[in-house]
């Protein structure tokens, strides 16, 4: 074993749960992570650090200076650069060892079977509720791990779906879409950095366990509240009603 290798990663190898063998996964896991934002900062940050050997990034924003409260990943002098770029470099610098590749646009409809094509597991960062459900409708079609996670005011959910395993996915859990207009943003209800960089964390932390075997498919949505340090569970079903998607026009 590379020296280099043990000693960047020999507190994870330690632990009797993890081992040699999960960080060798990790070495060879291939994640996307749609959303550089508040939640794919802390989720790229710790996933890079962890050795995930391969992580695409999917953004077309640029850096705004509303955005360093929270999405810690970037600086003063980053505001109005591309999102993407100044994370890749980022990243690199804290692990060259791994490979990141980007994307310098939004995730739609007409790209995501293109961006996503080379990845197992989509980590959605987003707060489009028409991307969440696309984003999982495409997971559910190709047979990848699709890890919600959510943000509103003080409180946040967090979940990892993998339909092939279990025949639950998010949008067999959410059956219709609200419009995007009836839940309040960020820039018009608010919110303090921590929460969604303790969600984003949550989501690599659940991605990682069930990558590395360490735990089994969760059934269970989680939920926190920030306000007074609660955490919550419920437990998901099957929906007999819930249409598999057959072909790339029932995402698309």
Do not use: W
């Not at 953004?59 to 970037?74: A, F, I, P, S, T």
């Not at 310098?104 to 995501?112: G, L, M, R």
């Not at 009836?182 to 932390?205: H, K, R, T, W, Y």
């Amino acid at each position: 074993m590379d020296v280099h290798f043990f000693n960047r990663y020999q507190r994870q190898i330690q632990l009797k749960e993890f081992g040699l063998e999960a960080q060798q996964k990790l070495s060879n896991a291939k994640i996307l992570i749609v959303g550089v934002g508040g939640l794919g900062c802390p989720a790229a940050q710790y996933l890079a650090g962890a050795g995930v050997g391969n992580i695409g990034l999917v953004d077309g924003d640029k850096v705004e200076l509303h955005n360093l409260h929270r999405q810690v990943l970037y600086a003063t002098e980053d505001v109005g650069k591309s999102k993407v770029e100044v994370a890749q470099q980022k990243l690199q610098g804290l692990n060259p060892s791994i490979d990141i590749h980007i994307f310098n646009e939004h995730i739609t409809a007409d790209n995501v079977f293109d961006i996503a094509a080379d990845y197992d597991f989509i980590l959605d960062g987003t707060d489009q509720f028409a991307t969440r459900y696309l984003l999982d409708k495409y997971c559910v079609l190709e047979s990848k791990v699709y890890v919600y996670g959510s943000v509103y005011a003080f409180e946040g959910q967090v979940a990892l779906f993998d339909y092939a395993k279990n025949n639950i996915c998010y949008q067999s859990l959410f059956s219709k879409a609200p419009k995007q207009s009836d839940v309040p943003s960020c820039s018009e209800n608010g919110i303090l950095g921590f929460l969604p960089s303790i969600i984003g964390s949550m989501q690599a932390l659940e991605l990682v366990k069930y990558l590395c075997g360490v735990t089994e498919l969760s059934r269970e949505l989680i939920h926190y509240n920030a306000l007074n340090q609660q955490m919550y569970k419920t437990t998901m079903s099957t929906n007999e009603h819930y249409v598999t998607p057959q072909n790339k026009s029932d995402v698309v």
